[in-house]
């Protein structure tokens, strides 16, 4: 099994910036992928940003420019450093990792972002 433990969400005004930490533990040999998903009022889950294990990283659209992310191997933690936050920003982040043996993908138990205008 594995865990996943965010950190970081809160309460930030149009503009702020917040940093997002996700610890791996547990049976997290082969990991494929790790990184960020996030679900907004009346949206369904949706990628914010990963990166794999060589550190090659992925965005979608609405945060390129804004969000980082990066990751420690040593520590098996991954980072979302989100800057020029938006109102449309918030929702619940959840943490996401994917290993290569055996096929799996878990999930965290999300942290909430709240942007205010």
């Known amino acids: 099994q594995v865990q996943l433990v965010e950190s970081g969400g809160g309460l930030v005004q149009t503009g702020g910036s917040l940093r997002l930490s996700c610890v791996a533990s547990?049976?997290?040999?082969?990991?494929?992928?790790m990184g960020w998903y996030r679900q907004t009022a009346g949206k369904q889950r949706e990628v914010v940003a990963v990166i794999t294990r060589a550190g090659s990283p992925s965005y979608h659209e609405f945060v390129k420019g804004r969000f980082t992310i990066s990751g420690d191997n040593a520590v098996n933690t991954v980072y979302l450093q989100m800057n020029n936050l938006e109102p449309e920003d918030t929702g619940v982040y959840y943490c996401y990792l994917r290993k290569i043996f055996p096929p799996r993908e878990y999930w965290g138990t999300g942290t909430q972002v709240t942007v205010s205008s």
């Open positions: 547990g049976s997290i040999s082969s990991i494929g992928v």
